[in-house]
């Protein structure tokens, strides 16, 4: 199981930006799915963003224009920048990792095989 790491959480106002970091244990982050799902308060954990081994990269539309995943395979570190943050954005912030994800399942959680702890982000009105 590949082991992973989140970091680059914090607050901020609305209309900022902030830049997630996500550590991978293994060289799995060029050839595996890679992901993010957020947990905002009371709420169950959603679908952020995910980037296939592939190249094709998907967002969930209200993040669409905001956010970016990137990731670079060299250092096994996967990024999601958010900028024009909305304080609905509000969430903590889990980076996944699946070898097996499909076209049609890089949205669900059961599709990814590791997590990382989470990162807490929090923009204020």
């Known amino acids: 199981q590949v082991h992973l790491v989140e970091s680059g959480g914090g607050s901020v106002q609305a209309g900022g930006s902030l830049r997630l970091s996500c550590a991978a244990s293994e060289r799995t982050v060029g050839t595996w799915t890679m992901a993010w799902f957020r947990q905002p308060p009371g709420n169950q954990r959603e679908f952020v963003t995910a980037?296939?081994?592939?190249?094709?990269?998907y967002y969930t539309e209200s993040v669409k224009g905001r956010f970016t995943i990137s990731k670079d395979n060299a250092k096994n570190m996967v990024y999601l920048q958010m900028s024009s943050l909305k304080p609905e954005d509000t969430a903590v912030y889990y980076c996944?990792?699946?070898?097996?994800?499909?076209?049609?399942?890089?949205?669900?959680?059961?599709?990814?095989?590791?997590w990382g702890q989470g990162t807490q982000v929090t923009v204020s009105s």
């Open positions: 980037f296939r081994w592939t190249g094709v990269t």
């Open positions: 996944a990792a699946g070898g097996r994800v499909s076209g049609t399942s890089y949205d669900t959680e059961l599709a990814y095989t590791s």
